[in-house]
C-alpha cells in the first residue's frame, strides 16, 4: 500500500466518527450475516412442522432422535473428562522429550477429518479390522457411533486440559505442599477446583462436537438414527417438515443445555471438608500413579489412536492395487473427486478471508471491552451461538433463509454456512491473543504520538500475527472438514467429505480403496496446513 | 504560563471517585512528585493527563489551551507505565525510536537521534537487544530514553522505579531528575516512596482516596504538614490525643490523657476542643530520667529498642499511657539506656503540630490509607 | 540441637549459578533475616531448606534429621510465599486450616486452633472472606497464620512483607517479630529491605552471587562489617582507596589522593605498611562543619544538597579530588548548607572501616552481580 494512503488511513484512525464505523460494520456483519440467517430460515418454515406431528410413526422418530442426541453426547463428553483428564496430566506434567510426542498423539483424532476418522473407524471395529481376528466385530448402529463419538471427543478434552494445566500457577500445589498435602489430596481439593471453569469448557466443547458431527456418524450409523442422521435421511427423502422440526428442537434444546451447565457448573460443590490422609497417601502412592497411567494410556491406545489410524493400511494398499492409477487419471468415480476437493479447497479459503476481515474488529471489541462490560458480554455470548447449535440444524435453516430469496447461487450460500460455523473459531482466539498484550504497551504507543491505526500495524499485527494465522489456517481447515451444514445445504454442489460419505454410503459404486485413497488426499492436505500451524508455533516459541 | 493545569478534576468509576476534584498547576521544566498509596488515584491521575482516560468533570489545560477534545497522540506527554511496556518485538534502537517515527521522521534520523538519547543513558552498546535480554535497571532506562526520543517535552512516570532493587533505586532516582532537568523537560512522577519524593521532587503533591491533600515543596509538606494524613505519611511521626486546656498569644496547652500538659505553638484551636498533637520521631529526644520537671519533657519506661542502621528507634511507654517513639541518630547515640529503663522525653513546641481530632477517631484515621 | 543446617548446597540453572556452596547453621528460637540484591540466591537457600528446589549438591538437615532426600509435604516446614499464593476458592478460614485438615483434622477439631490463630492476628472479622476480597495486609497476615497453624516449629518467609505499602510494612515487621518469638518458633526471613533486616533480626545473613557473604548480629554487620560487600549493602557507605602508610596495633595511617587519614585498626582486617586498602565510612558518620576540627578533616565543595525530611543529603567534591556523600540529620531549625557552599568535613576515625583491597578490583567487590 502506498504511504499516502496508509498515512491517510492512520489519520482517519484518530479520527471518532471513522473508528466507530468501522467497528458498527463488523457487528453489523455479525448480526445480519452470522446470528439472524439460522434464526429466521427455521421461523420462515415452520408451519411445515405440522406434516410431522400428524404422522405418529414420524413423530416417533424424530422424537427418538433427538433424545439419542442428547444422551450420546452427555454420555460421551462424561466418559471422556474421567478417562481423558489423566491423558491430560500425563502430558502436561510428564518430562518434555515424552510429552511432544504424546501432545502429537493425541492430537490425531481431533486434526484428520472427520470423515476419516468416521471410515477408519468402521473399518476397525467391524469389517476387516483386527477384532474380526478374535472373533467378533461391532456393527453399525448405536455402539459404534459411541465408539466414534468418545474417540472424536477425546482430544477436545485433552487439548483443553493440557492448556489449562500448562498455563495453571504451579505456586497453590507447591503451597498445598508445604502444609503437608500429598498428591491426591492437592488434586482434589486444590487443582481441580482451581481447574472447574476449564473442565466445564472442555465438558461442553466435547457436548457440542457431539451433538454437532453429521459425516462421520453417518458412515458408522447404520439405521440406527441420532439428529444428523435423521435430518440427512429425511432430506434424501424430500421431507421438509421432519428437518425443520428436529433442527429447531435441537436449536432450542443445544443453547439450553449451554446455558443451564454454564450457569450452574461453577455453582457445583464438591466434597472439601475432610480428608482421610492414609488413604489418600495411598493413592499417591507411585504405585497407584503408575497404574493409573498405566491404564490411561492403554485406552487411550484401543480406543483413540488405533481406530483413528487404522485407515492407513487400506490407504496403502490403494497404492499397489491399481486404485490410485485410477484416482490420478480421474477415471469413473474419480472424476467427480477432483472437482469436490477443489470446490472444498475454494470455499474454505474464501470463508476465512471474509472471517479475516470482519472477525478482527469484533476480537478487539471483545478484548479491549470497547463497548462497556455488558455490551462486551453480550457480544461475547452472541459470538458464541454458532458453535453450540448443531451444524447440520445450521445449515438446514440457512438454506431456508438463503434461498427464499432465490437469488443467491448455492456456492455462496456454502460459504456462507461455512463462514457462520467458523468464525466463532477464529474471533475466540484471535480475542485471546490480543487480550493477551498489555493495554498498557498500546496506550504508551499512543503517547509516543502514534495514531490508532500505526498502533495496530505496528504493535498488534507484529504481536498477534501467530494467532491470526493459526486463527486462519483451523478457521480453514475446519471449513475443509465440514460435513454437517455442507450436507444439509447442498443440492448439486458436492464437497470433498460430503462425497466421501456418499461413497462409504455406497451410493457410489466405491471400493473400500477407493474410499481409503480418497481419505488419504484429503488428509494429507489437511495435514499439510496443520504442519505449517505447527512450525509456526514452533518458530514462535523460541 | 503554566505547563499544565488541572481544574476541579474528577474521575468516576462507577460510584467510586478515583479524582475527586483536583486543581492544581505545574511549571514548565517542573519536577513534581505525585505522591500517594495504592488506590489514591495518582495513576488515574497521570492516565487522564496524558488522555488514555477521559475525566467525568473538570478540565485540562496544556499551556493554557484545553486539551479535552485532543486525541492522546497529539497531546505530546509521554506516559511510561510501571510495566515499562517496552515493545517486545523491537530493537532497544527501535523502540527508543518509535516516537520519532510515528512523528514520520524519516528512519534514518529517527535511529540517529534515538542512538543519540542512548548515549545519554549509557545504552548505546546495547541498542541492537532485545528488551528481554536486559536488566530491570536497564529497561527503566530504556523507557526513559524512549520517552526522552519523543521529542515531547513533557514526561508522565507511573512508578518508575517501583520494580527495582533498593539500592538501583537509590542510584537511578538522582540520574532520573538530572537526565529531566538536562533536557528542559516538565516532569510528573508518581511514587508511594516519600522518601523518593522529597529528594527529587521540585514540588511534591499529596493524594489520598483521590483527594488533594497538601501540594508544596519538600520542606513544607514535612515541615508544615496539612493534615493528619500527611503528617503519617511522610516521614513518622507519634500521634497523641488531648484537648485544648487554655490559648496564650504565643502557643496553646493541650491536656493528654491523665492530665499530662503539653506545650504546643499552635493557636488556631478553643480551649475543650478534642484535638490530636503530632510530633515527629526525631523531634524526640530521650535522657536518662531527670529529677526536675520542665515544659514538655516526661517520663516513661522503654519498651523496646530497634537498631535501624542510621536510626535506633526507642519506643516509650509515658507515664500516662500514651505510647510514643524517638528516633536517634547513630552519630549521636543515647547513652546506657535499656530496655526496661525509666528515662525522660522531651521535644520543643516548635516541633509540634496540632489537628482537630478525626471523627472517626485517631486509630482508624492513622489505619486508612 | 541446631534447627537447621545447611551444607554446602549448590544448584545452578543453565548458566546461572544460583547456589555456589553454600552452607550455614540456624539456631533453634533464631530469627534470621537473609538479605542480597536480586539474583543473589536467597529466595533458592529458603526453597532447598523447603525442599521446593532440589540442590545439584549438598545436604540440608532439619532438627538433626537428613532432610534432602525428603519431599516438601514431609519437612514440616511452614513457608510463606512472596506471591502470598492463599488458595483463591477457599476463604480466609479454610485457608488457614488447611494444614490441618490435611493431617485428618476433622472440622470439629481445627476450630479451635485456627480461631485462636485468626483473633491473635486480628483477622477474625475477616474469616469468610475470600483472598480477592482481603487488602494486602490482611491477605499477608493470613498467609503467615496459615504457615503457622499447621503446627511447624520452622518458618520460612520469602519476602513475606514485600506486597505492602511502607506504612504497614513497618509496623507489621514488629508484629511478626513479636509473634514468632511468643511462639517460640524458628524463623528465616528473606528481604532486599536491609532496614527490615536491621529491625528485627538477631542474625543477618548477607549474600551475593549465590554465596555468603557475612553472617552476624544487626549492630555487628552494620558497624563493624568484616566485607567491603556487607559494608555496601547494609545501608550507605563512602568508600575511599589508599594505601597504608604506618600500622600500628591501634592506628593505620592511610594515603588518599594526596591526604592523609588516621583510622582506627581493626582485628578484623590486618594491613600491612605499603599495603593498598580501602577505607569505608557510612555518610551519617561524616560530620559538616564550618571550621577545620583537627585530624581527618577535608576541605570541601557541597556539590548538591537534599532535604530529605528528617536530614539532609549531600554530595560532597574534597579538595583532594574524593567525591562522597554525607548524611546530616535535621538539628533544630538549621537550614542546612546548600550547593557550591565550602565547608570542612570530618571523618571521625573510629568511624573509618579498614578493608584490605580487594584482589577483583574495587568497582566489581562492590558491584551488586
Not at chain 2, 486546656?245 to 478553643?270: H, K, P, T
Amino acid at each position: 500500500m502506498s504511504e499516502a494512503v496508509l498515512r491517510r488511513l492512520d489519520e482517519l484512525s484518530s479520527n471518532q466518527l471513522s473508528k466507530r464505523l468501522a467497528y458498527m460494520g463488523s457487528i453489523f456483519f455479525l448480526v445480519f450475516f452470522i446470528l439472524l440467517p439460522p434464526v429466521l430460515g427455521i421461523s420462515l418454515k415452520i408451519g411445515l412442522v405440522g406434516q410431522v406431528l400428524q404422522d405418529a410413526a414420524l413423530l416417533d422418530r424424530a422424537k427418538a432422535a433427538i433424545f439419542y442426541s442428547f444422551a450420546i453426547a452427555f454420555g460421551v463428553a462424561t466418559l471422556d473428562l474421567v478417562l481423558a483428564l489423566p491423558m491430560a496430566w500425563i502430558i502436561a506434567r510428564g518430562n518434555s522429550k515424552w510429552r511432544n510426542v504424546m501432545d502429537a498423539l493425541a492430537d490425531i483424532p481431533f486434526i484428520i477429518p472427520t470423515v476419516a476418522l468416521g471410515f477408519s473407524t468402521l473399518l476397525f471395529w467391524s469389517g476387516t479390522g483386527p477384532l474380526s481376528l478374535l472373533g467378533f466385530s461391532v456393527q453399525p448402529g448405536l455402539p459404534l457411533i459411541l465408539l466414534l463419538h468418545f474417540a472424536f471427543s477425546y482430544p477436545v478434552i485433552v487439548r483443553v486440559m493440557v492448556g489449562e494445566l500448562l498455563a495453571y500457577n504451579v505456586i497453590y500445589e507447591t503451597a498445598a505442599k508445604t502444609l503437608g498435602a500429598k498428591a491426591f489430596t492437592i488434586a482434589r481439593t486444590v487443582t481441580l477446583p482451581l481447574l472447574r471453569p476449564g473442565l466445564i469448557a472442555a465438558f461442553l466443547l466435547a457436548f457440542a462436537r457431539s451433538l454437532s458431527e453429521t459425516g462421520a456418524t453417518v458412515m458408522v450409523a447404520g439405521v440406527f438414527e441420532n439428529g444428523p442422521v435423521f435430518i440427512k435421511n429425511a432430506k434424501d427423502a424430500g421431507l421438509e417438515g421432519p428437518m425443520v422440526l428436529v433442527s429447531f428442537t435441537l436449536i432450542i434444546f443445544s443453547v439450553t443445555v449451554f446455558a443451564l451447565i454454564r450457569l450452574l457448573g461453577p455453582r457445583l460443590k464438591l466434597p472439601l471438608n475432610r480428608v482421610l490422609p492414609g488413604l489418600e497417601a495411598k493413592l499417591s502412592s507411585r504405585r497407584t500413579v503408575n497404574m493409573r497411567d498405566g491404564a490411561t494410556l492403554a485406552i487411550f491406545a484401543l480406543f483413540v489412536l488405533a481406530p483413528s489410524i487404522y485407515i492407513t493400511f487400506p490407504a496403502l494398499g490403494a497404492l499397489t492395487d491399481g486404485t490410485i492409477q485410477n484416482a490420478l487419471s480421474g477415471r469413473g468415480i474419480w472424476s467427480e473427486y477432483w472437482q469436490a476437493m477443489a470446490l472444498s479447497y475454494t470455499i474454505g479459503a474464501v470463508a476465512t478471508i471474509i472471517n479475516v476481515v470482519t472477525g478482527l474488529p469484533v476480537a478487539i471489541l471483545i478484548a479491549r471491552k470497547r463497548l462497556g462490560k455488558l455490551a462486551t458480554t453480550v457480544l461475547d455470548a452472541a459470538v458464541n451461538i454458532p458453535i453450540v447449535v448443531p451444524s447440520v440444524a445450521l445449515g438446514v435453516s440457512l438454506s431456508f433463509f438463503w434461498r427464499s430469496f432465490g437469488f443467491l447461487p448455492e456456492f455462496w450460500i456454502i460459504v456462507f454456512a461455512h463462514t457462520t460455523i467458523t468464525y466463532t473459531y477464529f474471533v475466540q482466539a484471535m480475542a485471546a491473543s490480543i487480550e493477551g498484550i498489555p493495554e498498557e504497551m498500546e496506550e504508551t504507543a499512543r503517547t509516543l504520538g502514534s495514531r490508532p491505526l500505526m498502533v495496530f500495524r505496528r504493535i498488534i499485527v507484529p504481536l498477534t500475527k501467530y494467532s491470526i494465522f493459526s486463527g486462519a489456517i483451523l478457521t480453514f481447515t475446519r471449513s475443509v472438514d465440514e460435513t454437517g451444514a455442507t450436507t444439509a445445504v447442498s443440492q448439486s454442489l458436492k464437497t470433498a467429505p460430503v462425497l466421501l460419505v456418499s461413497w462409504v454410503k455406497h451410493v457410489v459404486p466405491a471400493t473400500t480403496s477407493d474410499i481409503a485413497l480418497g481419505i488419504a488426499f484429503l488428509v494429507l492436505t489437511s495435514f499439510a496446513s496443520l504442519l505449517a500451524l505447527r512450525l509456526v508455533v514452533y518458530r514462535r516459541s523460541k | 504560563m503554566p505547563s499544565i493545569s488541572v481544574r476541579n478534576l474528577t474521575k468516576r468509576f462507577r460510584s467510586l471517585k478515583a479524582v475527586d476534584d483536583v486543581s492544581f498547576e505545574v511549571r514548565d521544566g517542573e519536577y513534581l512528585c505525585v505522591l500517594g498509596s495504592t488506590g489514591s488515584g495518582k495513576t488515574t491521575l497521570l492516565r487522564l493527563i496524558s488522555g488514555i482516560i477521559q475525566p467525568t468533570e473538570g478540565e485540562i489545560l496544556f499551556g493554557g489551551v484545553d486539551v479535552s477534545n485532543i486525541p492522546t497522540e497529539e497531546r505530546n506527554a509521554v506516559y511510561v507505565p510501571q510495566t515499562y511496556a517496552l515493545f517486545p518485538h523491537l530493537t532497544v534502537l527501535k523502540n527508543v525510536a518509535y516516537g520519532p517515527l510515528s512523528k514520520e521522521v524519516p528512519r534514518p534520523e529517527a535511529e540517529e537521534s534515538a542512538l543519540k538519547v542512548l548515549r545519554m543513558v549509557r545504552l548505546d552498546a546495547r541498542a541492537d537487544a532485545y528488551p528481554n535480554e536486559l536488566s530491570g535497571g536497564m529497561q527503566q532506562r530504556v523507557a526513559l530514553a524512549r520517552g526522552l526520543a519523543s521529542g515531547s517535552n513533557t514526561l508522565l512516570l507511573d512508578e518508575p522505579l517501583g520494580a527495582l532493587d533498593i539500592r538501583l533505586r537509590l542510584e537511578l532516582r538522582t540520574e532520573l531528575r538530572r537526565l529531566a532537568k538536562e533536557s528542559g523537560l516538565t516532569v510528573i512522577h508518581v511514587t508511594h516512596d516519600q522518601e523518593e519524593a522529597m529528594t527529587i521532587g521540585d514540588r511534591i503533591l499529596v493524594l489520598r482516596h483521590g483527594k488533594l491533600q497538601q501540594h508544596s515543596t519538600p520542606f513544607h509538606v514535612y515541615n508544615r504538614p496539612g493534615n493528619i494524613f500527611v503528617a503519617n505519611f511522610v516521614g513518622n511521626s507519634n500521634f497523641l490525643e488531648g484537648i485544648v486546656e487554655n490559648r496564650e498569644v504565643i502557643g496553646s496547652v493541650i491536656r493528654l490523657r491523665e492530665n499530662l500538659r503539653v506545650n504546643v505553638a499552635d493557636v488556631s484551636f478553643e480551649p475543650e476542643e478534642p484535638v490530636v498533637v503530632a510530633v515527629r520521631e526525631e523531634k524526640l529526644s530521650i535522657s536518662p530520667r531527670a529529677r526536675d520537671d520542665k515544659e514538655n519533657r516526661f517520663s516513661g519506661e522503654v519498651e523496646a529498642i530497634h537498631f535501624l542502621g542510621e536510626w535506633t528507634r526507642y519506643t516509650v511507654r509515658l507515664v500516662n499511657g500514651d505510647q510514643v517513639a524517638a528516633r536517634v541518630p547513630i552519630g549521636s547515640p543515647v547513652k546506657a539506656v535499656a530496655v526496661g529503663d525509666w528515662v525522660s522525653v522531651s521535644f520543643n513546641p516548635v516541633h509540634t503540630h496540632v489537628y482537630e481530632s478525626p471523627t472517626i477517631g485517631l486509630q482508624r484515621e492513622l489505619e486508612v490509607y | 540441637m541446631p534447627e537447621v543446617r545447611v551444607e554446602g548446597a549448590t544448584k545452578a540453572y543453565g548458566a546461572v549459578r544460583a547456589l555456589q556452596g553454600v552452607s550455614l547453621t540456624v539456631n533453634a528460637g533464631e530469627y534470621l533475616c537473609v538479605v542480597g540484591p536480586s539474583g543473589c540466591g536467597k529466595t533458592t537457600l529458603i526453597k532447598t531448606i523447603a525442599g521446593i528446589v532440589k540442590p545439584d549438591a549438598g545436604e540440608v538437615y532439619i532438627e538433626g534429621e537428613a532432610a534432602t532426600a525428603l519431599p516438601i509435604e514431609e519437612r514440616g516446614v511452614g513457608y510463606v510465599f512472596q506471591e502470598i499464593a492463599l488458595f483463591p476458592h477457599m476463604n480466609s478460614y479454610d485457608n488457614v486450616s488447611y494444614g490441618l485438615m490435611v493431617k485428618g483434622a476433622t472440622p470439629r477439631e481445627r476450630e479451635s486452633p485456627v480461631e485462636e490463630m485468626l483473633y491473635m492476628m486480628g483477622l477474625d472479622g475477616f474469616a469468610t472472606l475470600y483472598p480477592r476480597e482481603l487488602s494486602g495486609g490482611a491477605r499477608q497476615k493470613t498467609a503467615i497464620s496459615r504457615a503457622l497453624v499447621s503446627g511447624s516449629t520452622l518458618l520460612l518467609l520469602d519476602e513475606p512483607l514485600g506486597a505492602l505499602d511502607l506504612k504497614v510494612r513497618t509496623s507489621l515487621r514488629y508484629e511478626l517479630r513479636k509473634l514468632v518469638k511468643d511462639l517460640g518458633l524458628t524463623a528465616i526471613h528473606v528481604t532486599h529491605d536491609q532496614e527490615e533486616a536491621l529491625s528485627i533480626s538477631d542474625r543477618i545473613v548477607v549474600m551475593k552471587a549465590g554465596r555468603i557473604v557475612e553472617v552476624g548480629p544487626p549492630q555487628e554487620m552494620y558497624l563493624n562489617p568484616r566485607e567491603l560487600f556487607t559494608a555496601k549493602f547494609l545501608g550507605e557507605a563512602n568508600f575511599f582507596t589508599g594505601t597504608v602508610k604506618k600500622y600500628t596495633d591501634h592506628v593505620a595511617e592511610v594515603a588518599v589522593n594526596g591526604s592523609t587519614i588516621m583510622a582506627a585498626a581493626r582485628e578484623v582486617t590486618p594491613l600491612k605498611e605499603g599495603e593498598r586498602c580501602v577505607l569505608a565510612i557510612r555518610p551519617e558518620f561524616v560530620e559538616l562543619v564550618n571550621d577545620p576540627a583537627g585530624g581527618n578533616t577535608w576541605e570541601c565543595t557541597v556539590m548538591s544538597a537534599s532535604f530529605v525530611g528528617d536530614h539532609f543529603r549531600y554530595e560532597l567534591r574534597a579538595s583532594n579530588g574524593e567525591v562522597f556523600l554525607s548524611k546530616a540529620a535535621v538539628r533544630g531549625d538549621a537550614a542546612g548548607f546548600a550547593a557550591g557552599d565550602k565547608v570542612y568535613a570530618a571523618l571521625p576515625e573510629e568511624r573509618l572501616l579498614t578493608f584490605r583491597y580487594p584482589e577483583e578490583g574495587l568497582e566489581k567487590a562492590l558491584s551488586l552481580e
